[in-house]
């Protein structure tokens, strides 16, 4: 199974914060479970080269006030250009905020930055690029072709994962950890040894059980209840 990186752009011609920004995004990335590959930029001139030469990113963490060609003008040219990748401003300049809405920026961060900020910022563009994409996943001899929205949670079945939707349901042969990876980001969870469940599809959290828009309910871990009530109260302010 191949997992595709989650390609991250710093930009900033301060070499202590550009470093600071990096290893900011790297923690975060590790702790949500992001395969990531993150390059560094010192100009916008730079990074809007590579950029019209054909390299990728999914996320722009884009610094405003630098010298010759700023973030929100290499944004706008960016645009103009017709590439949708997501940009997250970070500036100590608050003033430039509103600017932001011109370029479509996913997020505008003040310095100094905080973990809490880009985490929620990250997971916010991330999810939005995998939930655009389907997955491929191994069912009974075959590949099957599913969108991460049309899940509504995981359950461990003897040796399989099966995948339940809302009329029907099937089995992979992925292990629940393989299908966790491959939904980071995207508003899962594991609530439960044998169960990872999609936060768009829960209506109701008891103390021991997410109640579903369905009706169906799926159960919580007691040691997990802090860490799941948490995320999803992440999930519903996203």
Known sequence: MRKYPFHI???????????????????????????????CYGTAKELLEEIQNGKEYALLLLDVLMP??????????LRNQKVETEIVFISSNREMALQGYEVAAARYLAKPLEIEKLTEAVRFCYGKLRSCKELL???????????????????????????????????????????????????????????????????NFRTSSMELTDGRSVPVSKHRVKEVRQAFFDYMKS
């Open 68 to 77: 010759a060609q700023d973030g929100m003008e290499l944004a706008r040219a």
């Open 9 to 39: 752009a710093v930009c900033d011609d301060e070499e202590a914060d550009r470093e600071q920004i990096r290893k900011m995004a790297e923690e975060v990335c590790r702790a949500e479970k992001i395969r990531a590959e993150i390059v």
């Open 137 to 203: 996943l191994p069912a009974d001899g075959y590949m099957r072709k599913i969108a991460p929205k049309e899940i509504y949670y995981i359950e461990i079945i003897g040796r399989k994962s099966r995948i339940m939707q809302e009329t029907q349901e099937w089995d992979t042969s992925l292990s629940m950890k393989e299908l966790e990876e491959m939904l980071s980001g995207q508003g899962f969870v594991r609530c439960h040894q044998s169960f990872l469940v999609n936060f768009s599809h829960v209506k």
